[in-house]
């Protein structure tokens, strides 16, 4: 049984910066989206029997237009896998509508317990 609960930045492919971004990063941050398809949103990222969750932050929702949370039931994760990231690790969740990455600390002790949670390698 795994049940885990533990501060995340989930990518969010359609995340948008809020008009209370300050002018002089706007630019920086939006052509970070650019190149990379999506951006990195602070808050919580639950794991449990049930699937895998994701909520944005306080500070996250105030900076992001309408930040949505994630959630993905057990019966739609198809594999979990964990890639290398700089200080923090990757866990990508492969799921029926595409795939669900988020960065935390253990991320590849964490990729593997959900790997056998969920019983996909």
């Known amino acids: 049984m795994l049940n885990v609960r533990k501060m995340a930045n989930a990518f969010i492919p359609n995340a ?5 971004v300050p002018f002089v990063v706007l630019p920086t941050i939006l052509r970070f989206k ?3 398809g999506g951006l990195w949103v602070g808050g919580t990222v639950t794991v449990s029997e049930a699937g895998v969750s994701f909520s944005p932050n306080r500070l996250n929702r105030f900076f992001h237009d309408e930040p949505q949370a994630i959630d993905v039931p057990a ?15 990757i866990v990508v969740v492969d799921h029926v509508q595409g795939e669900f990455r988020f960065r935390c600390y253990a991320a590849k002790r964490l990729a593997a317990n959900m790997s056998e949670l969920f019983g996909r390698a």
Do not use: L, N
């Open 16 to 20: 948008t910066p809020s008009d209370f």
């Open 75 to 89: 019966k739609d994760i198809r594999a979990v896998r964990h890639e290398f990231g700089w200080f923090t690790g």
């Open 34 to 36: 650019r190149k990379h």
